[in-house]
């Protein structure tokens, strides 16, 4: 996957990875995991915050990725990261469940008109 044009990896050994993908001005998450034992400490967060700013580095505007409808440990993550749903594929996955579509703008905000 990393010898994939664009793709970009992170990992902290023996804990979790993430292998992203950065290319005609969008990015996508690839894989994301943490080892059972070193879930719930925040590195599933960071990992996805190196991701972002690797992505954004490498003049992605938007970061796109694929999660499982019913995943209740990715969701909320992906979720509190400030990704939102704009897309659903249907029966995607070998067990019949959907796949939700979720993006996040990586551009940095506009900023705030100046008063008076
Ligand atoms: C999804 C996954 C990567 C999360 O990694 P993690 O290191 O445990 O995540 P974090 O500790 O950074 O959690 C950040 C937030 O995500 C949410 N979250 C993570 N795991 C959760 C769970 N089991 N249930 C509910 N919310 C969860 C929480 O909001 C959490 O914040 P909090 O701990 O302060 O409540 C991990 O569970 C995993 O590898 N799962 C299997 C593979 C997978 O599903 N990958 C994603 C495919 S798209």
Request: proline letters at 6%; aromatic letters at 6%.
């Amino acid at each position: 996957m990393l010898g994939m044009p664009g793709a970009f990896g992170l990992w902290r050994p023996e804990a979790g990875f993430v292998l992203a993908r950065a290319a005609g001005g969008e990015a996508e998450i690839l894989t994301l995991a943490v080892l059972p034992a070193a879930r719930r400490q925040g590195l599933g967060a960071a990992l996805m915050a190196a991701a972002l700013a690797g992505a954004a580095a490498r003049g992605a505007e938007a970061m796109f990725l694929e999660v499982a409808a019913g995943n209740a440990a990715a969701l909320p993550l992906y979720r509190g990261l400030g990704f939102a749903e704009v897309g659903r594929r249907r029966r995607y996955y070998p067990d019949g469940a959907d796949a939700l579509v979720l993006r996040r703008d990586l551009r940095p905000a506009e900023p705030a008109a100046a008063a008076g």
